[in-house]
């Protein structure tokens, strides 16, 4: 049982480049997010997925698409990469959006730095 | 607008002597409120959660919370600090009705020798 996995653990982009970054999840969780993590500010919301094949934005999502064509798996995608977008990026997944069941999982997460 | 303040960016702590991190929530209907810790370049691990039972949480490593409605209060203490809780630990809050969580900023505990 791995939980939740990203793939890369790191990655360097020039400005314009795209990317996807990859989340899995062996737990059956229904819900799945995609945050990311900038000093002295938490974590922020940038899309999230309720079930298979369902998408929604967060809080910044601006420059950032998402898919969940499988439900063990969330894509980010960035398909132009801009120096504000120099970030650890981590994936979640939770069972559940009830208020009793909805602890999160978290993944290792992507340090991504655009130059 | 809903918001969730760690009070302190950084707190150090000698080994041995109590922990105390502080966080306070915008008042709110029935929020769920979690304390997760980040251990430098790891992810986030849940170490407790409030979801509407006792309001003195017990969670792992010895850690503990105690929810206080009337102060929006929900801090993190520990009687002893150990060399191993050295981390980056968030107050989450979670409103019921809707989807929102909402971080707080983080505070990074120091643990000396």
């Known amino acids: 049982n791995a939980g939740v996995t990203q793939t890369p653990k790191f990655r360097v982009l020039k400005t314009g480049q795209s990317m996807t970054l990859l989340c899995a999840q062996d737990m059956n969780h229904e819900y799945m997010y995609w945050y990311r993590q900038d000093p002295g500010m938490g974590l922020r919301l940038i899309h999230y997925s309720v079930g298979e094949g369902t998408t929604a934005k967060g809080e910044v999502p601006d420059g950032y698409n998402v898919s969940r064509l499988k439900k063990q798996n969330f894509l980010l995608g960035l398909e132009s990469a801009a120096p504000s977008q120099t970030s650890v990026y981590f994936c979640?997944?939770?069972?559940?959006?009830?208020?009793?069941?909805?602890?999160?999982?978290f993944g290792p997460g992507t340090r991504l730095t655009v130059t | 607008a809903q918001s969730v303040t760690q009070l302190d960016s950084h707190v150090s702590v000698s080994e041995g002597t109590p922990v105390l991190l502080r966080c306070n929530y915008s008042?709110?209907?029935?929020?769920?409120l979690f304390w997760y810790v980040q251990h430098p370049n790891k992810g986030l691990q849940l170490l407790l959660k409030?979801?509407?039972?006792?309001?003195l949480v017990k969670g792992i490593n010895g850690f503990e919370a105690e929810f206080k409605k009337s102060e929006t209060s929900f801090h993190l203490t520990k009687p002893s600090a150990h060399m191993s809780d050295a981390a980056e630990y968030f107050c989450v809050v979670k409103w019921t009705g809707g989807f929102k969580t909402i971080f707080g900023a983080g505070t990074r505990l120091f643990v000396k020798a």
């Open positions: 979640a997944s939770s069972a559940s959006n009830t208020r009793f069941s909805y602890e999160q999982y």
């Open positions: 008042s709110s209907y029935s929020p769920s």
């Open positions: 409030y979801t509407s039972a006792a309001t």
